[in-house]
């Protein structure tokens, strides 16, 4: 296994290479190395890990657009599939989910574990992250509230790309509200007779992410197995 280290189009990159690479890889929107069970064993298996580093860009245009260009670079020079597994966690989900809103056809499966949805639910008012979104989107107070570029706002248009979605999260998540974000994912689904593969974590909160009791579903989601 070898990490490297990049600077691409001046943000840095990390691409971890396995021994047996096998073209497949998973690309980690954020937080790269937090509660990374099931990555690491994928890796051992042959896929590569990748992650951009442009944070406090919360899947902003600018994000998508700095997404596509790294896209384009790294599948060339590390021999990777043309489609990837998009790993979304917490604010990292906005970037998963609005990159496979522009780029479907560069996704093969979108896994979201405790995902920011909605913007308006986090960043908490007054803080320095809700600023940077603030930035990052032209936005204020008031029209956060009417924008449309919340995930949240675009599930019809996200699910009819048919991309498999898996989605973790804690039902007692103190920083991005369950009943606000995750749950009404999976209640449009469930109205709408949508497909979606959900796990509930009953009494967890932000934190623990992903399923460290037993990764085995992410594996098998990941790798198509029943």
Request: charged share 30%; net charge negative.
């Amino acid at each position: 296994m070898k990490e490297f280290k990049i600077e691409f189009n001046g943000y840095e990159a990390t691409v971890i290479k396995p021994e047996n690479p096998n073209g497949k890889w998973i690309w980690k929107t954020e937080f790269l190395y937090a509660f990374d069970q099931a990555e690491v064993e994928l890796c051992n298996d042959g896929y590569t890990r990748v992650c951009y580093h442009i944070s406090d860009k919360y899947g902003s245009y600018e994000a998508v657009r700095l997404m596509h260009k790294f896209y384009l670079y790294v599948i060339k020079e590390f021999d990777l599939d043309e489609k990837c597994s998009l790993f979304g966690f917490s604010r990292g989900g906005l970037y998963a989910f609005n990159f496979a809103l522009s780029y479907p056809e560069y996704v093969d499966k979108i896994y979201l574990d405790a995902p920011v949805l909605d913007m308006r639910t986090w960043p908490p008012e007054n803080s320095i992250e809700r600023t940077q979104v603030y930035e990052e989107f032209n936005l204020t107070n008031e029209t956060l509230k009417e924008f449309k570029g919340h995930p949240i706002e675009n599930l019809k248009e996200f699910f009819e790309l048919n991309i498999p979605v898996l989605l973790v999260a804690g039902d007692s998540d103190e920083i991005v509200p369950f009943e606000e974000n995750a749950l009404k994912m999976i209640n449009y689904c469930k109205e709408h007779n949508i497909p979606l593969e959900y796990y509930v974590k009953p009494n967890c909160k932000h934190h623990p992410h992903s399923l460290e009791d037993d990764i085995s579903p992410i594996i098998k989601f990941i790798k198509n197995e029943k």
